[in-house]
């Protein structure tokens, strides 16, 4: 009648000579052999702290060597490091006119004719330099509107 101690809470328990001699039986339980088994660690999400597990491949492939606990957490993280100078697809600042106007509290409505579907809206710099982004400069027209002003000269 072997007793064996369980490797995980040390309490002895009756293991059958059959599954000590197939090497089983290290665990008195389902729930100590679960931990046992487990070869991750935890770690904090570097965006809101959350501790949350990995696993050893998890570990291995972190590029940045962060973890986080979603892909919002990710996304938040990511935005703060790749945006702005650091994108590798940064052209200066030519293009954030758009983003000025829509901070600006400014409405989306076509100053021209007075369309609002936001999907044909497109910003006018009002004396055509793309470089100069004052919120004065600016202003929202719909593609017609904006052909119009550029191609046959229309005043806004």
């Known amino acids: 009648m072997p007793i064996v101690i369980c490797k995980n809470c040390k309490k002895e328990f009756y293991a059958k000579p059959s599954h000590l001699a197939r090497g089983w039986s290290k665990c008195c339980s389902v729930e100590c052999r679960t931990v046992i088994q ?21 570990l291995k492939n972190s590029k940045s060597g962060k973890f986080f606990c979603n892909k919002s957490c990710q996304s938040k993280w990511r935005n703060t490091i790749y945006s702005g100078p650091k994108h590798k697809l940064w052209k200066g600042g030519l293009n954030v006119y758009r983003d ?43 593609w017609n509107c904006h052909h119009l002003v550029h191609i046959h000269n229309i005043k806004i």
């Open 38 to 58: 487990k070869k991750g660690k935890f770690e904090h999400c570097e965006v809101c702290g959350k501790e949350i597990w990995k696993m050893p491949k998890e």
């Open 100 to 142: 000025i106007l829509k901070k600006s509290g400014q409405k989306q409505i076509c100053a021209k004719c007075g369309i609002q579907d936001k999907r044909i809206l497109l910003v006018h710099h009002k004396d055509v330099n793309r470089k100069n982004n004052d919120i004065e400069n600016l202003v929202w027209l719909c």
